[in-house]
């Protein structure tokens, strides 16, 4: 089973960006899709954004600011966030997509004045 490690949180001003990365032990070409998730503090973990083959999928609240993508040569899935919210704070993991996996550890973004 091809595992998924997310890395590129951090600490990021409103407004600002942050490139998140996800970084695949094996061909992501063996994989349907890979979406990126989060969890705020109290919250249900939520999809944010999903990619396949063909097709790409946001939440209603990052259409427009958050951008997926894939690169299969290198086995990495991005996530491209722009326009960030204090709201956008939270744990962000990438698993596989539309039915998810074990969970990793996740990174952290926070975005605060």
């Known amino acids: 089973q091809v595992q998924l490690v997310e890395s590129g949180g951090g600490l990021v001003q409103p407004g600002g960006s942050l490139r998140l990365s996800c970084a695949a032990s094996?061909?992501?070409?063996?994989?349907?899709?890979v979406g990126w998730y989060r969890q705020a503090p109290g919250k249900q973990r939520e999809l944010v954004a999903g990619?396949?083959?063909?097709?790409?999928n946001y939440a209603d609240s990052v259409k427009g600011r958050f951008i997926i993508s894939r690169d299969n040569a290198k086995n990495m899935v991005y996530l491209q966030m722009n326009s960030l919210k204090p709201e956008d704070t939270a744990v962000y993991y990438c698993n596989i997509y539309p039915i998810v996996a074990s969970w990793g550890q996740g990174t952290q973004v926070t975005v605060s004045s």
């Open positions: 990619i396949t083959r063909d097709r790409t």
């Open positions: 094996g061909s992501i070409d063996s994989i349907y899709g």
